[in-house]
């Protein structure tokens, strides 16, 4: 494992390099097979999601297409304040496309919820969501993800693309982060 200083604020692995990418492949697995001819538009919420992104298309074999959106809901807060802003938005037209949402976390729900709300109004001809992490006791709002690779309890996790204050993002496995870090 790599040993950097930024591993020193993390108390404890709550996901390792090794579980995460098994169940990155399990949950690709399941998307070639429910989307097989139907040419998803995966659609990559920036920055958070950009690892479990790539490594998830990477690892589908069915023919897909590509996109990106930007939003923000944490800003420099360490929780999520409700405010959802878009920074960037897609670049292609998704009428009448199926269109799989991609996020690295659900918190409260209220992004995910938010851009789920905002593509469907462009008329997709389907549109589910996926997730890598679910803090299931923290919704407050409703919000199922139609894939998710594990339920957490509600820590504060870093690495894997997900930052505090954009440090963090690049290590390689989800990480608790040391309270006094942030408090
Ligand atoms: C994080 C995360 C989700 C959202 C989840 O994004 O990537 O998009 O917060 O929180 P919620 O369920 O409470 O709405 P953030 O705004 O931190 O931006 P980032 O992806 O660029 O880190």
């Known amino acids: 494992m790599r040993i950097t200083t930024e591993q020193n604020d993390i108390s404890s692995v709550l996901f390792s390099e090794e579980q995460i990418e098994e169940r990155v492949?399990?949950?690709?697995?399941?998307?070639?097979a429910d989307y097989e001819g139907k040419d998803p538009l995966m659609i990559c919420v920036l920055k958070g999601a950009s690892f479990f992104y790539a490594d998830l298309c990477r690892s589908m074999k069915c023919r897909l297409f590509m996109d990106f959106i930007a939003v923000s809901s944490y800003g420099m807060n360490a929780r999520s304040t409700g405010v959802v802003r878009i920074i960037k938005d897609l670049d292609k037209n998704i009428t009448d496309r199926h269109v799989v949402i991609v996020e690295d976390i659900i918190d409260s729900?209220?992004?995910?919820?938010?851009?789920?709300?905002?593509?469907?109004?462009?008329?997709?001809?389907?549109?589910?969501?996926?997730?890598?992490?679910?803090?299931?006791?923290?919704?407050?709002?409703?919000?199922?993800?139609?894939?998710?690779?594990?339920?957490?309890?509600?820590?504060?996790?870093?690495?894997?693309?997900?930052?505090?204050?954009?440090?963090?993002?690049n290590l390689p496995y989800i990480g608790i982060l040391k309270p006094e870090t942030y408090q």
């Open 109 to 169: 729900g209220l992004t995910l919820k938010y851009l789920k709300e905002l593509l469907s109004a462009r008329k997709p001809a389907s549109i589910k969501t996926i997730c890598l992490l679910d803090k299931i006791t923290q919704h407050k709002c409703e919000i199922k993800p139609d894939y998710c690779g594990f339920s957490m309890p509600d820590h504060f996790v870093v690495g894997y693309g997900l930052d505090y204050s954009d440090y963090y993002r």
């Open 25 to 32: 492949n399990q949950l690709a697995k399941q998307l070639t």
